[in-house]
Structure formats: C-alpha cells, structure tokens
C-alpha cells in the first residue's frame, strides 16, 4: 500500500497540528478524511513517523476509517493492510501506539475473524511465548484486545489460551503481562463450555497470588482485574465455588486494607455481597458469615479522615446521589444482602453481638454503625424483627435520636424510616409513643441544615405513610407544619412538604377532604411555574397529585381530572425531562381509576410520549476509550456508511471495541419502569377506548423483558399481564369472537413468556412479580388461561418448581438439598408467591382435571406447616390449604375431591388450631370452615371432632380476628350441614361473639348463614332476634357489609318486622337511640 512521500509528509503536518489543537482541525484535514486514498497515506505514516504522538494519531484515524469502511477496502487492500498493521506491530516501542495498534487490529478481527488472518496467530504465538518479557507483555496486550473485540471466533483456541494464562499469572515479576492475561480472561468467560471448566477452575488459586502481586504494583491495572470474578459469577458461578474461601478471605484482606484506593476496596466488597447472592449456603456451609462480618464491622464503624464527613453526612449532600462509591457504604450492603439472603436465625446469631457492642460504643461512628446494621436488617428480615424484637430495636432507634452526636441521630432517623417501611403493621401499632417523639423532633430543627431536615422528613414520611385512620388526631398539627413550609423561601423544604402530604394522603385518604383545596391551589402554583429551578418541586407535586388522586374518593377528586390530564400533556410538551415525565405518567394512571374517560380524548397523545420513552435510548452513556476528540474529524454524514458501523457480515449486531462499557442514569431506568407500570393500568382502565393502542403498547413493553435493569424487566412482565387482563375486562364486556381471539393470542405469548422467566431470571424479586402477575391473570381469565394444551401442566410444573427450589434464582441444582426449614425470608416469600397459584388453578377448571397436580402440589404445602418451620411458613400452608379448599367449592367435582383429601388435611389444620401463633390459628380455624364447605356430608363424620375443638378454642381465645373466623367457620359448617350441628347450643353461642371486630369480609358468610337459617328454622331465629337485632345495628349502613350483604340483612330483618312484630320490637327496644334509628329507618325504606 505503497503512497507518495510528499503526500504523507504534509499529512503528517496537518495530523501533528491536529493532535496539538484538535478543536480547530483543519478544513484540509477533514477532507482528507472522507478521502478513500486516506488509508495508504495513514499506514505510511504510522509506519515512518519518527513521533510517536503522530504514529498514534494516526493509527487511530486509521481505525476510524476502518471500522466505518472495511467493506469499500478491496481485498488486495485488505491483505496488505493486515501485513502493515502487524510490522508497525512489532516494530513499534511506545506502549500508547502499540495499545492504538491492538485497538485497530480488533476492528479487524472484529470484521475478519481470526481464521482469516493466520499472521495475526502467527505473531500471538511467538510474542506470548517468547523468553522476552517485553515481548510477552506487548504479545498478551495484543491478544486482550483481539479475544475482547471478538472473543467468540477464538472458542477452538480456548483450552490453548488458558494454559498459557496458567503459565503467565505464574510470572509475577510482569505484572503488565498478568493484568493482560486477566483481561482476556474476563473476555471469554461467558463463552467458555464445559470442555473449558475444569481448566478455568484450576487457574483460580493462581489468578488470586497473580491478582495479589497485582496490587502491589498497579491499583487501578488491580481494579480492573478484579471484574474477572464479576463475569465468571455472572456466566459460570459453579467455577468458583470450589474455592469460594480462598475467593472471600482473598476480598476480606483487599476490603480491610485502609492503605489501598477506594475503588479497589469496594471491587472487594461488592464481590462477597455478589457471592453471599449467588451462593449463601455455600458461605453459611464453609463457615465464612463469621470471618465475613468480623472484617465488615471495622469498615462500616470507621470514621472519616480528621476534618472530613462520610458523604452522607455532609450537609450540601444530595440525597438523591447514589453514586456513593465508599467503602463504608458497601460494607452496609453486604450486610443488607446477608440479610436478603441467609435464614436470620443462623445471621442474627453471629450479628447482634457486634451490633449491640456497636450501639453501646463511645465512639459516634460506632454507634452510628450499629443504627446502620440494623436499617438494613429490616427489609431482609422484616418477619424475624417483627414477631422477636421489635420492641428492643424500636427502643434503641428511638433513644439515638436524642444522642448528642448529630451523624448518630440522622442514623437513627434513617434506621426509623426503614423501619416504619419494611416492619408493618406492627410498627404502626407504636404510634401513641412514636408521634409524638417524631413531632417534637421536627420542631426542634434547624431548618437552615436541609441535609439534616431532609433525613428527619424521611422517617416522619414513611411513618405517617402507613398509619392509616391512627392519623386522624393528628392531622390538624402536620397540616398546620406542612402547609406553612410549602410557603417558605427555601424551594428544598418546600419539596418536603409537598411530599409529606402525599404521605399524610395515603394514611388518612377521605379524611384529608377539608385541606384538600388549599392543598390543591398550591401544587397547581408549582405546575404552572416553568423556571428550571423549580423542577424537582414539580416533580414532587405531580407524584403528590398523583397520591390525592388514588386516595381522597372519587366525587372530589372527578371534577379536576381532566384538568389534571391537560396539565400533565402540557408539562410533558414544555419541559423534557425524564423524572417529569414518569410523574406525568403515574398522574395519568392515577386518573384513569378515578375518571378513565377523561384520558380517552387524549390516548393517542399519551401513548405515544409513553411508547417514545419505552423506545428511548437517552441516557445511556457509551464510555469511549478513546479520546473523544478524534470524533471531530468523523461527522461522516456518507449515508452509505451506515450500517457498515454496527452489522458485521452477517448483519448481526456487534458491540464496538471503542466501547469500554455502557451506563444508563437511573432517571432513565425509573421512567421505563414507572412507563411500564402506568401503561398497563391505564389500558387496563380504559378498557375499549383502549384497544386501537393495545398492540403497539404491547410490542414495546415486550422486548422490555430482557432489559438489562432488573427493575425494568419486572415492571415490562407487571405490565405485560395488565394488558392481558384488560382485553379479558374488553372480550368480557363485549363478548365477539374477535375479542376471544385477541386475548387467546396475548395469553399465547405472555404465558410462556412468564414461564421462561419463572425458571431462568435470576433476580428473585424480577420473579416475585411474574408469579405475581401470572396470578393476576389467572384470577382474572381463569379458564381462559388455561385454554392452550399443556398450559395447566405447565404452570403447575413452574410452581412445584419453586417449592422445590429448582430454579436459576433459588440457585436451583447447584448445592446439595439443603436444611429445608431454615431460609431467607425472601426465599420463602418467593414461594408463597408461587404458592398462591394453587388455588386460583382450582377454581378455574374442574376438580377432576387439576386433582393429579393438586395431589402432587399439596405435600410440598402441608410440609410447612410443621412446627419446626418458621410462623411465617406455617400461616402460609395453613392459609394455602384454606384458600384451596374455598377454590372447591364452587367447581365442578369439588365437594368429592374435599371429601377424598379430608382424611390428609384434618391432622394438619387441627394442629393449626392449636398453634401458638395467632395468624397460624387464625388460617387454620378458617380453612377448617372451608373444608367443611366444600365437601359438606362427606365429612360429618369429623363434625364432633370439630366442633368440640371449636368450642374449646372459643372459651379461650383472646384474639379479635380469630374468634371472628371461628363464627365464620361455625356459619360455613351449618350452611353445608346443618343436621351435623347442635344448633341449640352453638347457634346463641356464635351471636354471643358478634358483631364482628376485624375480618369484616365474613359478614358475608355470617349474614348468608342467619338468612339461611331463617328460611329453614324460623323459630331457633326468632328465639335469638335480640341479638341478631343488636349485631346488625352495628353494621347496617357502614362500610364493613357489600351491597349484596346489606339487602340480604335488610330484607331479613324487614321480613321479620312484619310477620313477627311484636318480637321485633321487644328487641328493639334495648338499642341505645342512634342505633334505633338507623335500624327502624332500613327497615322501613321500601
């Protein structure tokens, strides 16, 4: 590729006066570059410059231009291009043009494939076995370059590279030549077969020595490294588990080592938080929790360099800001994940005395420490804090915020926020000792320390969030606090405020209706202000609209929907910004459960912002490796180059070796998730209106499932099965066999789509919303669901494969069979989740047809409920076994496959009845009453059993909800066989206990269950009306009887006053006035 001396020595001039001032390349310069002719004038100065910042320049140009135009180079063109890249390869000296030279030869590779270039394997061979070091190290950065760009191409010569990394991280006098070798590593590891394990296996003890000595010598070269054990935890985790001690105590020592760079220390921590992930048991099995903590603990209480404050400490700190990339903040994370991941009993036991020997220290970041430890416990074991020590760790909590040290009182605030989100209901249940400390907390701040303010609103916030109608006698006081702070100077507290409202909205729903106007005219004010200081004000005001939408009733809130609507269409057109928009969308989708036919005049508009998010690649940064300033001279506008960019030869997308990586901002991330969420409750809301937009929603929520995010992958399956419910609501509604083919055709791609993901998504809580969207659909379709062959097989298969822990996310055939009993509460929620399928397959198809895979799901439920489990297991097999049974009653078959399974059953619920747990008595006491529902006659054998074991709980029992089931189940026994009941005796003992005090849905039954009774035995009726009169006082008019309930009760009662009057009115007289009144006003209503 021979050019003209004059021509490359004057280029050369115009490269040297580019690298200098890049910015001003010249008008020569850029033409030259479109020029094809460029390619030979570039080798030929990368080959015979004498400067060594010209020779890079251009072998970078010289990459550019190749990667955008390798098909217009001829062949002939191309071989010799091969050979010049190579000479200038080996001929070169500076490191920064050799790494330029490796970066052009993986273009090549990249659209050559190494087989078709026996010289470049040539030059690998001899460099990287060559007795030269120098040569080794520029050989081995070659090859990192070449299997990076590439790595697939290189499978046959895997077993090859591998004993040669073997040889070279065993030379650690060449560190350059070890961090290389770590790098092509880390470059095939997700393309290695089994052939390859064994070998990958062996090299880990030595990649730790080499990765050791690595450290010493280059930290950053070290950091990158270390990514090699992210990608095989990643691609092949059973790699490392042989020497996953070697792996942790190699992290630990990295972690505990104050002298190395931050980076380095949290690649360490990040690694065990990964593995404790990936392979908890493991760690429990090999005895690491121990070490593991031992070395956490001194990171997580360490105090800052004198002078400084841990990040979030410091006062201009954004809360918003999660980019804290200490080390101190992913020592709290690898608890947080132990916590996510491992059964309590086994982590608390080994936690709580360095935690308490933390809460207990004179030193402020111990303390600080120990209110960290037990933040991030709440969310991992909320069951274990909630029902063993509540009581102890709200009391420490509580008395951190009077400590003198203000870094311990905005721990506690934090520990308090998590608490009040993860610890519910009980943690509301301290509401009289709480609120008060909370109220008085935030009087006595300073508000100019926003930072400080801004963690006190934290914890109030999620307090207030969940207490529900507790809130009522203290509405007038943050009310009163928000509504002055909403006007003060300082745009921060007036986000905070705003925000708490939405809050206080939550809790108190109705009863916030006489603020709600002021409140109104306030946040319009901020949503109409388009200053751009003023967005993240907005931002919050929408989010808070949004709440008083779904919460403060209908009636007051449908005047100002589509007010609402318009405003979020204008913000949406002015302002692009993408937390803007997802508030915009969540404000759409509140709106269409309070007035969907407000968003019907504007659903093409709305949908296609949404969709234009769901499409939107803003936000995700390529990072260049190389200077960017080199994309000057490439604003190639040449049509035709497109496409050669990205498709190789056989027009499949390949990643570009400029490349390093890819970062989405989590802003971005958010709006596709929040996108997701509001698509599928607005087509779900809007029912027909809907549907001219069903499709294209669908298409692009679908390829969401992959979506890198696991947030976002979630929400596109949450998504996915809102949309198959709204064209049920649609077909149901207009029932034409247009409609039946659409839903059959959605349920054909998304029920699959579910159950690939149930058995290969490795994010736990990415699966916990497909079972919990699958079982959305099925309540919803029912038999419809299951219409497609195999489909209930299918499904059932999928739950009974998270029972028995079979999938990629419970690490599902990895370990040996563990000790079932003891698992992380998540694992075990997980199940519950896939456990509440049962039941909704029993209701939607015929009891002889789901018999063999209920017989086969129903052991690895009632295995739960043995004692040695934890309560929460237990409520839920009680429970599950309920809900079953309920699911039977009104199928076809049901009453005899109750009757076949009552004999199994019995002996476990009655035990339930037995426990010592309230909710486990509470299920058990309920499903009994089910059972004997469903299968009537067939059990009235088991009718003395039950009712003595009743009458016995009767007598004692103290808690409300049980002894409200108890009447249920005493009214579900006499409905389906009254023959087997004593009525004399049990029917004045049930009224005795009414009305009912917190299971407010079995009015239903227990209503049903008196009318029945009084078209059969008017007589028992009439002998008991004063107390039957006296219950229905209570619940007559209110909320706690359905429409159906309430008619049902009336015409009784109405019934009763006419044809037995005098009665009636003997019973009505012990009413207190009100309730007589009430009474004789139903009663009398025609």
Sequence with gaps: ?????????????????????????????????KDPAIIPALCAVMTGSQ?????????????????????????????????????????????????????????????????????LFTLLNQSTKSNNPMDRQVGLLLLSKVVESNPEPFKPHYRQLLQLFGTVLQDLDNPTAMYYSILTLTAMTAYTG?????????????????????????????????????????????????????????????????????????????????????????????????????????????????????????????????????????????????????PPEKLFHQLMPLTQA?????????????????????????????????????????????????????????????????????????????????????????????????????????????????????????????????????????????????????????????????????????????????????????????????????????????????????????IDDPDLRRCTYSLFSAVSTVSPDCLNPHLTAITTIMLLSLKSTEGVTAHLEEDKTFVLLDDDDDDEAQGDTILDEEGTDNVDPDIAGFSVENAYIDEKEDTCDALGEIAFNTGAAFQPFLESSFQQVYELRDFPHEDVRRAAFVAMGQFCRAQHKVWQENPTEADHQALQKLLGVVLPSFLEAVHSERERHVVMGV????????????????????????????????????????????????????????????????????????????????????NELLPLIMNKAKLSYTVADRSFSVGTLGEILQSLVNVSGGRACAGKLSNKLLPVLVAGVRDSDSEVRNNSVFALGALAQAAGPLVAQDYPMMLSLFSNLLSKEQDRRVIDNLCAALCRMIMSNMEGVPLEQVFPALLARLPLKEDMEENKTVYSCLAMLYSQNPALVLSQIKPIVSASSHVLGTKDLDTETQNTLVMLLRDVAQRHSKEFEVAMKSLPAEQKMKLTGAVSQS
């Design 1 to 33: 590729m021979a050019s003209d001396t004059n021509t490359w020595t004057l280029f050369e001039r115009e490269i040297a006066t580019f690298a200098r001032d890049p910015a001003n390349a010249t008008a020569q310069l850029k033409l030259a570059f």
């Design 51 to 119: 400067n060594s910042q010209i020779r890079q320049s251009a072998a970078v140009m010289l990459r550019m231009r190749v990667k955008k135009h390798w098909k217009k180079i001829g062949p002939d063109h191309r071989e010799s291009l091969k050979a010049v890249v190579l000479q200038a390869f080996q001929q070169e000296t500076e490191h920064t043009v050799r790494h330029s030279l490796s970066q052009l030869s993986a273009v090549m590779v990249k659209h050559e494939t190494p087989d078709r270039w026996p010289a």
């Design 194 to 342: 089994t052939e390859e394990m064994n070998l990958m296996r062996s090299l880990i003890p030595t990649l730790i020595i080499a990765l050791r000595h690595l450290i010493k010598a280059d930290q950053d070269q070290a950091s990158e490294a270390m990514e090699v054990f992210d990608e095989l935890m990643e691609s092949e985790v059973s790699i490392m588990v042989p020497h996953i001690t070697e792996i942790v105590h190699f992290c630990l020592e990295v972690s505990a080592d104050t002298t190395l760079t931050d980076s380095l220390r949290v690649k360490a921590l990040s690694c065990i938080a990964f593995l404790i992930r990936l392979k908890s048991k493991t760690v429990l099995k090999q005895k690491l929790l121990n070490p593991i903590l031992q070395t956490v603990f001194p990171v997580l209480s360490a105090a800052p360099p004198p002078g400084e404050e841990d990040p979030e400490d410091e006062e201009n700190s954004n809360e918003d800001d999660t980019d804290n990339e200490s080390p101190k903040h992913f020592a709290a994370q690898v608890i947080d994940t132990m916590a996510l991941h491992m």
């Design 358 to 574: 933390c809460l207990a220290s004179d030193n402020p970041y111990e303390r600080k420490a120990g209110l960290m430890c037990l933040a991030v416990l709440a969310e991992g074991c909320a069951d274990h804090i909630r029902t063993k020590m509540l009581s102890s760790m709200l009391q420490t909590v509580c008395q951190s915020l009077s400590d003198s040290n203000q870094v311990v009182r905005s721990a506690g605030l934090f520990a308090l926020g998590q608490f009040s989100e993860h610890l519910q209901p009980e943690v509301s249940k301290y509401c009289a000792e709480l609120m008060p400390l909370l109220l008085g907390y935030m009087s006595a701040l300073n508000q100019a320390k926003i930072g400080h303010v801004t963690k006190a609103f934290y914890a109030l916030e999620n307090f207030l969030e969940n207490l529900g109608s507790e809130i009522e006698p203290y509405l007038p006081t943050l009310m009163e606090t928000m509504s002055a702070l909403s006007n003060a100077e300082n745009l921060k507290l007036k986000e905070l405020a705003v925000s708490a409202i939405g809050a206080i909205a939550n809790a108190a729903k109705e009863k916030l209706v006489p603020y709600f106007l002021p409140v109104i005219e306030s946040l319009k004010g901020f949503l109409t202000d388009t200053r751009d200081e003023m967005r993240s004000l907005q931002t919050q005001a929408l989010d808070t609209l949004s709440v008083l939408a779904r919460t403060i009733g209908k009636e007051v809130f449908s005047p100002l929907a589509a007010e609402c609507v318009q405003l979020g269409l204008n913000l949406t057109n002015a």
């Design 771 to 854: 079972l919990e969207a699958m079982n959305a659909v099925l309540k919803a379709c029912q038999g419809e669901a299951l219409q497609s062959p195999g489909r209930l097989q299918e499904i059932s298969q999928a739950i009974r494969d998270v029972l028995k822990k079979r999938t990629v996310c419970q690490d599902g055939g990895g370990d040996e069979a563990d000790d079932d009993e003891q698992q992380a509460e998540y694992d075990a929620m997980l199940q519950e989740f896939a456990g509440e399928g049962i039941p909704l397959l029993a209701s939607a198809v015929p009891a002889e047809t789901f018999q063999p895979y209920l």
